[in-house]
């Protein structure tokens, strides 16, 4: 057992470090500008802070620095990084494999489709809370439930 712990091991320090060494791990120019913007306004909190407090990782919480003018509500918003909901295209069949070699392979120039997010907006004010929990498709949001709980959380 512990020889394929130590094989695993292994494996995982090879594939960190060539993630590493050829910048896959780095940030994208693009998108750190847009994390500066948002960080203006926003306090950003990571799953892999969060993970210790049931966050869990991937999940990303933004918390508004300031509260809302007029009635002084705070604002968050949460959502996992890699839920996604898969486009009907994507659930009409067939494998990944299919899809790639279906017009002679991934074309790498090509942007990617956008995919639909679903994420949660949160506004507590004097003990309640307003949770609202929404759907981004194709630059539209949608509200699809929303609830009032006690507590600021």
């Not at 003990?127 to 699809?144: F, R, W």
Request: aromatic share 4%; charged share 30%; with cysteine.
């Amino acid at each position: 057992f512990s020889t394929v712990q130590t094989e695993l091991s292994d494996i995982l320090t090879r594939e960190l470090a060539e993630e590493e060494s050829n910048g896959s791990s780095a940030m994208p120019d693009d998108l750190a500008e847009l994390k500066t913007q948002i960080e203006e306004s926003w306090r950003i909190v990571d799953g892999g802070s969060m993970a210790a407090s049931g966050g869990g990782s991937g999940v990303v919480k933004l918390f508004k620095k300031e509260p809302l003018e007029g009635n002084g509500a705070k604002v968050a918003i949460a959502f996992h990084c890699q839920d996604t909901i898969p486009s009907e295209e994507e659930e009409g069949g067939g494998s990944l494999f299919d899809s790639m070699t279906a017009e002679g392979g991934a074309n790498d120039d090509e942007e990617e489709d956008a995919v639909a997010v679903r994420f949660t907006v949160m506004i507590s004010r004097a003990g309640k809370t307003m949770v609202y929990t929404c759907l981004s498709e194709d630059a539209v949001t949608n509200v699809e439930r929303v609830a009032v709980v006690d507590g600021d959380d």
